[in-house]
């Protein structure tokens, strides 16, 4: 009898304890606090605990129950099933809800509106209704980043008048820029797949306190999708297929990905194809962009040939393969293991705008193409959870990236081709912690950055085979190093008002040597030894349920890169660039104030003003080199400059996003961004940044209805006049519409467009655009290659 009644007892316990289930996030395996429990006629009721458990005992075995957090989708099951699956249940983040938390500021979640900082951001729902062909026209839907494209293979962007190396980009928290990022324009963002992307979040300002070097304009943070894993016994597969195809470059894109998920493990595989033809350009706009005729090489000889069409751009096309692999191991909630394997190439592609460069009026270039630009990439992060007085959360990143790319080129006649082919190898590890302390959160950590680059330079006969070496574009086996310590602390001063800043010191190392027959300088290496402090101090007060303030000041800096130090090239016909061993680093220092109005979600006004000023400014200038302020190089009489420390640079703008919210179904949307500056040389003469857009927005009217989405939106473009000009770009007058003067100036455009969705069922996806649909012709400022013209995209994904 006495053995029965334990018997009872145990059962009776063992049951009573499967009645206490805990709610977990699906990606994080972080419990949730707060989560909503319910039978369907809310009868019953409950809220998780801090360790998101809750006693479900009183809802019968058959009862439906509904876990709701405004955070999450909200789902329902079975009581029986719960328990059955082991009493855990996995609630998957609400998309829509992704912009509420950043990540960028800070490397770990941070809500919005306690940011003094203004982000942009993007999820990867946005990415699928707009369909951006690359990374570089997925930053630019966002109606804040300006793309700059010299060919069709391209995207460099451009952020509060800083480009290229005074931008940082990052995938997965990894700086993703090399110690070659030169300040001309660079198209290396296009090696990030927009399939792979779940988020993309752009930080409008300085961001050296927790990434250091570079990020002077503004940081690109690309976060790639993590696989999912299962909440079901045994294993859970998944995928999704997408075909596209555009009629402006015929071009041709499918998608695959695949996720395999398991309780602990989960694998996720991404691989995406695109082919692009030449672009054909509008019908509306300047002649001064028709490509009237081209090069080709016949029966051994460079020829050139009438374009039957001139509105096509010949040559533009090219094709691009990314990869990606991600395995993900979380034995428990308090350890994540996220492997990050990556591969992207292109084709050769061509550098259109140097293809109708002129010369005495004939064409110059025969042939000037840049080799694949390959990047491969490994990045191990290990997250973990911790109760301990040092960190709540700390992460390891540990990553190794290979970028390769190459320049050819071959004058008009000419039979000898000039190769240079670049490769950098890059290394990085970091430590980032968090920690909460009442109402302050700290956060710190240490990084190491090492890059190598390997640079060869070739001449080859065409008409032979045969190569003979040649100066490389920089310094074989130079190296860039950097180390840096960070800290920065969020803290609530009240309910309405928090405060955020921090600081950082780094140093960098440059070393560069300057050996062999193609080297007559008077000095044989270069070298680089200098640290940089920066630090940040912003506010974001909610004054009122309609007003809110953020207030911030930052600043940042760049240490000079190899590119800088000891690049050689023809930067500009009967130009060139040679080394400079005695450059510094330029600070930046940023004040920034912006406003955001909220009229009962009805009517949402954001508002930023900023100011930039750039100190001893890394710009182009003219050089003596031994005396001498003319070489002949490349067989050509080349007026000699090199990068140097100017005096003062200063950027200012304005920026302001709107939303209406006529109804659930109809939504109004703009951005507009006024960006302006200088540079001061010594002798005190001011020109035009480079760098600065033009003025620039978009604006968007969107409806929703069931299964259908419909946007008609529009996107603007200001005009830069001859005098609006850097003096680079008035000496660059090809790339330009010629005024009544015969002035080179950026002419105003706009293009008027339509882009619809449509779900036929959960699996199966539908989305077209139709751009530019009065075919204006345009090049938007600084670019080399005409926009697309009128353009049909049509889509569709399907999910299993």
Do not use: C
């Not at 995207?155 to 090399?178: A, E, H, K, M, Q």
């Not at 402090?533 to 974001?540: M, N, Q, R, V, Y």
């Not at 049509?794 to 299993?800: H, I, L, N, R």
């Amino acid at each position: 009898m006495r053995n029965r009644i334990l018997i009872l007892l145990l059962l009776l316990t063992f049951t009573l304890s499967a009645q206490e289930i805990q709610v977990l996030d699906l990606d994080s395996r972080q419990p949730l606090n707060g989560v909503a429990v319910y039978n369907e006629d809310a009868s019953k009721t409950g809220i998780t605990d801090f360790e998101g458990r809750i006693d479900i005992s009183n809802f019968e075995d058959e009862e439906r129950i509904t876990f709701q957090l405004l955070s999450h989708v909200t789902y329902s099951e079975i009581k029986l099933e719960i328990i059955a699956s082991g009493g855990m249940v996995y609630l998957v983040q609400d998309p829509s809800q992704l912009d509420e938390v950043v990540v960028s500021v800070s490397k770990f979640g941070q809500q919005r509106r306690d940011v003094p900082q203004q982000i942009a951001s993007l999820t990867s729902e946005d990415i699928a209704f707009t369909n951006p062909p690359t990374a570089a026209d997925l930053l630019e839907a966002s109606g804040q980043v300006y793309v700059q494209k010299s060919q069709l293979g391209g995207g460099s962007p451009l952020i509060r008048g800083f480009s290229t190396n005074r931008l940082l980009i990052t995938v997965d928290g990894v700086r993703f820029n090399t110690a070659i990022f030169r300040g001309g324009n660079v198209q290396n963002v296009i090696s990030i797949d927009p399939f792979s992307i779940s988020r993309t979040e752009v930080i409008l300002g300085p961001g050296s306190v927790v990434y250091g070097s570079d990020a002077v304009g503004g940081v690109m943070n690309f976060y790639t999708k993590d696989p999912k894993f299962s909440f079901k016994e045994g294993m859970d597969i998944s995928g999704e297929v997408t075909g596209r195809y555009a009629t402006a470059s015929s071009e041709k894109t499918g998608h695959v990905e695949l996720n395999i998920g398991m309780k602990e493990w989960a694998f996720l595989t991404s691989v995406s194809f695109s082919d692009f033809d030449d672009l054909k350009m509008g019908k509306y706009g300047p002649d001064d962009y028709l490509r009237l005729e081209y090069v080709e090489r016949i029966n051994g000889e460079d020829v050139v040939v009438t374009n039957p069409d001139p509105r096509v751009e010949v040559p533009t096309g090219y094709n691009q393969i990314n990869a990606m692999q991600k395995i993900r191991f979380m034995p428990d909630s308090n350890w994540d293991f996220e492997l990050g394997l990556f591969y992207t190439t292109t084709s050769d592609y061509p550098r259109y705008d140097r293809l109708y460069r002129r010369r005495d009026g004939e064409l110059r270039s025969a042939e000037w193409y840049y080799g694949p630009q390959k990047w491969l990439s490994g990045n191990l992060q290990i997250t973990h959870k911790s109760k301990s007085k040092f960190y709540d959360e700390g992460r390891l990143t540990l990553s190794y990236q290979q970028f390769e790319e190459s320049r050819n080129d071959r004058d008009f006649g000419e039979i000898i081709l000039f190769e240079n082919d670049e490769m950098v190898d890059a290394f990085s590890g970091g430590l980032d912690f968090t920690k909460k302390l009442n109402k302050a959160t700290v956060f710190y950590g240490l990084e190491y950055v090492f890059n190598k680059v390997n640079s060869k330079g070739k001449q080859t006969n065409i008409n032979t085979g045969n190569s003979v070496p040649d100066v490389s574009r920089y310094p074989d086996g130079a190296t860039w190093k950097s180390m840096a310590a960070y800290s920065s602390l969020q803290y609530k001063l009240s309910d309405d008002l928090s405060f955020q800043g921090g600081l950082r010191y780094n140093h960098i190392l440059v070393d560069a040597l300057f050996e062999g027959p193609f080297y007559d300088f008077p000095f044989s290496e270069a070298n680089i030894d200098t640290g940089a402090l920066t630090g940040s101090a912003g506010f974001a007060w909610q004054a009122s349920e309609i007003l809110g303030w953020k207030l911030n000041f930052g600043t940042a800096f760049r240490a000079p890169n190899v590119d800088d130090v000891g690049k050689i090239f023809d930067s500009e016909p009967g130009s060139v660039v040679v080394p400079n061993p005695e450059l510094e680093a330029e600070y930046a220092y940023n004040y920034e104030l912006g406003a955001n109005l909220n009229f009962s979600e009805i009517l949402k006004i954001e508002l930023a003003g900023y100011i930039t000023q750039l100190k001893d400014a890394l710009v182009r200038r003219d050089f003596e080199l031994d005396g001498r302020t003319e070489i002949i190089y490349q067989g050509e009489l080349s007026n000699v400059q090199a990068i140097q420390n100017a005096a003062k640079a200063e950027v200012y703008g304005f920026e302001a996003g709107l939303e209406v919210n006529f109804s659930e179904e109809l939504q109004l949307t703009s951005q507009y961004s006024i960006t302006d500056g200088f540079e001061e040389d010594d002798a005190g003469n001011t020109n035009p940044i480079r760098h600065a857009a033009p003025q620039f927005g978009n604006s968007h009217l969107v409806w929703k209805q069931g299964k259908l989405k419909l946007d008609a939106f529009a996107e603007y473009n200001g005009q830069f006049d001859f005098e609006d000009l850097a003096p680079s770009q008035q000496n660059n007058d090809f790339l330009y519409a010629k005024d009544e003067n015969g002035n080179p100036f950026s002419p105003k455009w706009y293009t008027l467009n339509l882009a619809g969705q449509y779900k036929v069922n959960n699996a199966l996806t539908l989305n077209a655009v139709l751009e530019n649909i009065t075919n204006q012709r345009y090049r938007p400022y600084s670019s080399g290659i005409a926009a697309a013209g009128t353009n049909l995209i049509v889509a569709a994904s399907f999910k299993f």
